[in-house]
């Protein structure tokens, strides 16, 4: 059992979620009761849920502490943006470490299946099925910056600006924060003059293709970025199928994906 937890929550990812997880004390006047899990050992167990897609009841024993244990601290968390937060301190380590590309972002979503709950809709893609919609921003290299969620049936072009303005204060190996990229790529779907225009009143270059004009295989030479970055997610098997009626609970496991897509590249 520790093999596996130390596999799935290594030591560095252990002292990054340290720092961004609650302290909780538990004070028992009468004494007695059950020792309360440890946190590394429901991290690694909620990593194996995201990895590999099981049920909260699926989860095997191994990890020593039950199922409802590990789903209530991960509903906990998730109300508390421990996931967010994981997510910025990571990203701060990759900036102060020089490996965030900000000479150009690009931006796309992809649709996945949904059983219920809010922001889900019926996907115009999928025959109308009820679904979600993953956003995703990501540097040059392709990795995850800003991430958002919404119903399978809103329009891409408006998650652009909440993307954009989601993106953190992020550290630099020389200079101040930085939190916006000097050029934005996106395809045709987001060829709207007034994203254009806000995108240049904050500084940032549109890279935009214009329908009816740009082919799709030219403004791929930048774009195909986002998209191994999509082909990442799937890593992320809890993310084939939205199960999480809650939002928050959706976003945090979207949050888990890209902060170990992010954490990857830490530890190269």
């Not at 252990?14 to 009761?33: A, D, S």
């Not at 293709?209 to 295989?217: D, F, M």
């Amino acid at each position: 059992m520790t093999g596996l937890v130390e596999r799935l929550a290594p030591d560095e990812l252990w002292v990054l979620f340290r720092r961004v997880v609650p302290e909780t004390v538990v004070v028992r006047p009468q004494g007695g009761g059950r020792r309360r899990a440890g946190d590394r050992e429901v991290l690694a167990a909620i990593v194996f849920v995201a990895t590999t897609g099981c049920t909260w009841r699926q989860l095997p024993p191994v990890f020593g502490p039950a199922w409802p244990t590990v789903y209530r601290r991960f509903a906990q968390w998730s109300q508390a943006r421990v996931w967010a937060r994981l997510h910025r301190v990571i990203l701060d380590e990759l900036g102060a470490a020089g490996e965030l590309d900000w000479s150009r972002c690009a931006i796309d979503s992809v649709s996945i299946r949904a059983l219920k709950g809010p922001l889900t809709g019926p996907n115009p893609t999928d025959r109308g099925k009820k679904g979600s919609k993953i956003h995703l921003l990501v540097d040059r290299n392709g990795l995850p910056v800003s991430v958002a969620i919404s119903a399978a049936n809103t329009h891409d072009s408006l998650a652009l600006q909440p993307l954009v303005r989601g993106v953190p204060p992020v550290r630099s190996r020389r200079g101040p924060r930085r939190r916006k990229p000097a050029r934005l790529h996106a395809d045709k779907v987001y060829d709207y003059d007034h994203l254009r225009r806000w995108l240049r009143s904050k500084g940032i270059v549109p890279r935009i293709a214009r329908r009816g004009i740009e082919s799709s295989q030219h403004l791929g030479r930048h774009r195909w970025v986002v998209e191994r970055t999509m082909s990442w997610l799937s890593g992320c098997r809890r993310l084939h199928r939205r199960y999480e009626r809650k939002a928050e609970q959706f976003l945090a496991f979207t949050a888990i994906a890209t902060s170990l897509i992010n954490y990857r590249r830490l530890t190269k």
